[in-house]
């Protein structure tokens, strides 16, 4: 009997740590490092959008890539309206998930940094303003990112989605 009351309590114990390690874990964003993201900008009426993907290397600097939209299977959309950076998105793509080299020459860490109190500072192509956001949603797929109306900042929301299997980074 008293073995028995060991067990349970050991294995109530594990099953509490887990369940602790996971709300704690969703709760906050850690530097993301070695992933994948499919970023979508939102402005504040939700009228006009704008679409990159977000290669994070394994020290956690980050190299966007421009693209028009994303198609049902999350693979770059490219027509005639594309402009060139966004017509060459599948192939960057392609290189900077092959090629630890290659991500980590256009990588830079000012690009995406994590910061206390659920904030995150984002600089790239799309916001060149220094502002800083306040993540409103973790999940295992992904995060948003929001702005305060009063910040210089044109999108008033920002989602990371994980990419696909075939556009993570593999190295």
Request: hydrophobic residues 35%; aromatic residues 10%.
């Amino acid at each position: 009997m008293r073995r028995f009351r060991n067990i349970l309590i050991t294995i109530t114990i594990i099953i509490t740590e887990l369940v602790i390690a996971g709300h704690g874990q969703a709760a906050t964003l850690k530097q993301p490092r070695s992933q994948t993201y499919q970023v979508t900008y939102i402005n504040a009426n939700a009228y006009q959008t704008k679409h990159q993907y977000a290669l994070f290397n394994r020290a956690g600097r980050v190299a966007y890539v421009n693209v028009e939209d994303f198609d049902q299977s999350g693979n770059p959309f490219v027509d005639s309206k594309a402009t060139k950076e966004q017509a060459r998105a599948p192939q960057l793509l392609q290189r900077y998930v092959s090629s630890a080299t290659a991500l980590n020459r256009v990588a830079t860490q000012r690009g995406f940094q994590v910061r206390a109190n659920h904030r995150v500072r984002i600089h790239n192509q799309l916001i060149t303003q220094s502002a800083t956001g306040k993540v409103s949603q973790v999940t295992s797929t992904g995060f948003t990112i929001t702005y305060p109306t009063k910040s210089k900042v044109p999108y008033a929301t920002v989602q990371f989605k994980l990419a696909p299997d075939k556009y993570q980074v593999k190295h």
